[in-house]
């Protein structure tokens, strides 16, 4: 078995100490969201109106849409965005609640979307990008699972793979960007 799921706690890999395992992505995401927080800053007020990787959003937009996953409602236009986004991750870190990985994923792949718009590179923990890879390819839309039914991706700098089938190798951030419609996934590749 290749999947993260060798890799990742509470599966078929060997066991160890496993105590510290939670189903609370709340850390990880924190750390995504002030990142985001950092290059909202960097690009600006005009620079968050340039165009996304979807010709419909602009980089603010994107930005904003980790913000929505976390209150469940639909993102507003935040007067100091980078403000915004630290303050959510600020109140993750007080929220007794356990936060599961969708917000993750909203975060990671605004994250991925304005770095790539900017043509940053950025160094992402494997669990966390395995993870986000993971949750799209296994509970995402239809178009997502498919693939993971029908190609094993193989994240070349992150030391994970999902699916089955012919690989498709490729960075971990182009993986997440094809999974979630940001970009067209690489189609390189052995066809064993």
Do not use: K
């Amino acid at each position: 078995m290749d999947d993260l799921a060798r890799r990742l706690p509470l599966s078929m890999r060997d066991r160890g100490d496993e105590s510290g395992i939670s189903g609370d992505w709340s850390p990880r995401t924190r750390g995504i969201l002030l990142q985001l927080a950092d290059l909202a800053e960097e690009l600006g007020t005009e620079g968050l109106e340039r165009p996304s990787l979807r010709a419909d959003r602009s980089l603010r937009q994107a930005a904003e849409e980790p913000l929505a996953a976390l209150r469940r409602g639909a993102a507003t236009d935040h007067d100091d965005l980078p403000a915004a986004l630290r303050s959510a991750a600020i109140a993750l870190g007080g929220d007794r609640r356990s936060r599961g990985v969708r917000p993750l994923c909203a975060a990671v792949v605004a994250l991925l979307e304005v770095a790539t718009a900017l043509d940053e590179r950025l160094e992402l923990d494997p669990v966390t990008t395995g993870a986000v890879a993971v949750a799209q390819a296994y509970s995402g839309p239809l178009p997502a699972r498919l693939l993971a039914r029908e190609r094993t991706l193989v994240a070349t700098d992150a030391g994970w793979s999902v699916g089955r089938g012919p690989l498709i190798e490729a960075p971990a951030a182009a993986i997440i960007l094809g999974l979630y419609g940001r970009a067209a996934l690489p189609q390189r590749g052995s066809a064993g």
